[in-house]
């Protein structure tokens, strides 16, 4: 069983990726109400942290009922992230996660998240730096390198365990990918193979199907998967996956009950979470997924991303489980 610090991870754990305006308390709450091991605040800026910022601010906030979990930083000066891991140890999740993998253009030009694969000795920096501000465990999440022609991840995972990096999640695509094309995780196998690395590595991407992660799972050998754009609007994907692993057969699709509910809670947790305002309007981008695939939809989406009180949004919930009681999801 893979173990991060004192922390004891089920065998295969199946964790929920950290994602910019999605992995926020009450879809990580939905995550671990069906099967996710371990999770992940949405990335904060570490320099947005020192700052005060009210939104990385509020990225701190964690619960107990959502343990264990990890708050993920990101940035490119050393000072900063020592800084702000100093800041993230002191509301006490079970573990810090630098990111080293986001590929977006406004991250990268300052040097952090995929920027850094271009320069491994600064990586190693604000990891020591990082690992200098706090008392928990640090573990990183990276990609496979800056392009095709540049794949440094085994140089990566070595130097990285050799200052007390404790795990190491790998997405399967180089920055150049952004999140297109096929995520290759042979590379992760390798560095799984490497007799050197004693830390749990954790496999990333293109994970969408329980027949997808047990093939992953029996081909790779990694110690566990990490679940992103594959659990958005679909929680059930980890326990999918575990019922799979196990028995070899699929759970039944959630039914339009079951959607519902998960709607209705996240929408009631996000407005406890955020206020009733803001708790509405940053729930609207999740309906289309929740109900993705439905058929003569169109009515019903645009009046959850039109109202505007919870009131006329749990009515009209109530509408879709009427009309759409004996829906038969394929």
């Known amino acids: 069983m893979p173990k991060i610090g004192n922390i004891e991870l089920p065998d295969f754990p199946l ?4 994602m910019e305006d999605v992995s926020d308390p009450p879809f990580r709450r939905l995550c671990k109400l069906h099967g996710a091991d371990l999770m992940y605040s949405e990335f904060i800026s570490s320099e947005g942290l020192i700052r005060d910022a009210i939104k990385s601010r509020m990225k ?8 264990p979990v990890g708050i993920q930083i990101f940035g490119g000066d050393e000072e900063a992230m020592e800084m702000s891991a100093k800041i993230v140890d002191a509301v006490h999740p079970d573990l810090v996660d630098i990111n080293f993998g986001c590929p977006v253009k406004k991250v990268v030009c300052k040097g952090a998240g995929a920027g850094v694969l271009k320069d491994v000795d600064l990586m190693v920096r604000l990891t020591k730096a990082v690992i200098k501000g706090t ?3 640090v573990t990183v ?14 140089e990566v ?9 404790q795990a190491l999640t790998v997405h399967a695509r180089t920055r150049a990918q952004m999140y297109k094309g096929h995520s290759d995780w042979s590379h992760i196998q390798r560095i799984k193979e490497n007799p050197r690395l004693t830390m749990p590595i954790f496999g990333n991407g293109d994970i ?3 027949e997808k992660a047990l093939e992953y799972k029996n081909k790779y050998g990694l110690d566990g998967m990490m679940i992103g754009r594959a659990a958005i609007g679909y929680p059930w994907i980890f326990n999918e ?18 959607r519902i509910e998960a709607t209705r809670n996240h929408l009631t947790w996000s407005m406890d979470w955020k206020g009733e305002r803001v708790g509405i309007v940053e729930m609207r981008r999740h309906y289309t997924n929740y ?7 169109k009515e019903h989406r645009l009046k959850l991303v039109t109202l505007e009180s919870a009131e006329a949004l749990f009515k009209a919930l109530d509408e879709i489980q009427e009309v759409y009681a004996d829906y038969q999801f394929v």
Do not use: C
Request: overall charge negative.
């Open 15 to 18: 964790l929920l990726a950290p």
């Open 60 to 67: 701190l906030d964690i619960f107990d009922y959502e343990r």
């Open 135 to 137: 008392n928990l465990p």
């Open 141 to 154: 999440k990276t990609r496979l390198g800056w392009d095709e022609s540049s794949i440094n991840i085994d």
């Open 157 to 165: 995972a070595e130097r990285l365990q050799d200052i007390g990096v």
């Open 208 to 210: 969408d199907s329980p």
């Open 241 to 258: 996956i575990k019922h799979y692993f196990k028995t070899g057969e699929h759970l039944a699709q959630p039914t339009m009950a079951d």
């Open 291 to 297: 109900f993705k695939g439905v058929s003569n939809f």
